[in-house]
């Protein structure tokens, strides 16, 4: 059962970690002026919040019966529907500030953030935990995990390897800093650059691919 939940996050993860702008945010942070502890202060509040917000999705969905006989409950599946479709027409609005070119350049809050303060650096990490897409994919990895019926074991490795995944995008520019903390000032500002430019079409893409996944699952549980 352990196996089958951390399955169940793996796409939720993976989708939550590729957030440019909070990568942005943090690859900032790491090259200002000011030192790094304002960015280690934003990864720490980041892994809190996720695993606060999944864990209460959990709790919650585990209070109402996500799982029933072994599988969905009908509640869970039409929740998957309801999430997938606010995913599409999130990427599609994503989608079109691409097409249109709204986002090709770094927003105003960024040029912000080169002597931020360790507490703004920690709210700015909860508000990027609670924006639509990643406050979304966190609800499904939470109800992912609830629906199994899993022992309370099972449960938390769940929520720890949904937050560890949605981490790893923060951990690369980390983990350069630390490894390469000269020479790799020169990549974490290619990386920021490129994140900012292709910021729309990461979250486009993204969006569209778990929606269809979510779509798929309650499709299939419904009709089974």
């Known amino acids: 059962m352990i196996g089958q939940a951390i399955g169940e996050v793996l796409a939720f993860g993976v989708g939550v970690a590729l957030s440019p702008l909070a990568i ?14 304002p960015a280690w202060a934003f990864a720490g509040t980041w892994v809190l919040s996720l695993t606060l917000v999944a864990s209460l999705v959990l709790l919650l969905a585990d209070g109402a019966d996500a799982s029933a006989s072994g599988a969905p409950a009908t509640w869970v599946s039409i929740v998957k529907i309801v999430v997938g479709l606010l995913l599409v027409l999130f990427g599609v609005r994503r989608w079109g500030e691409r097409v249109s070119g709204d986002e090709t350049e770094a927003p105003n809050w960024m040029r912000k953030l080169d002597d931020v303060k360790m507490a703004k650096a920690a709210g700015l990490a909860a508000l990027f935990v609670v924006k639509p897409k990643n406050l979304l994919l966190t609800i499904g990895a939470g109800i992912a995990v609830a ?77 089974s």
């Open 24 to 37: 942005v945010a943090l690859v900032v942070m790491l090259v200002a002026r000011g030192g790094t502890r």
């Open 147 to 223: 629906q199994l019926g899993a022992s309370p074991a099972a449960q938390v490795v769940g929520v720890a390897a949904f937050v560890a995944l949605g981490t790893v995008g923060l951990a690369i520019p980390l983990a350069i800093q630390l490894l390469m903390p000269h020479r790799g000032r020169d990549l974490l500002i290619r990386l920021r650059d490129w994140m900012v430019r292709e910021n729309a079409t990461i979250i486009a893409v993204l969006c569209l691919v778990i929606a269809a996944k979510l779509l798929g699952d309650a499709l299939i549980s419904l009709t």
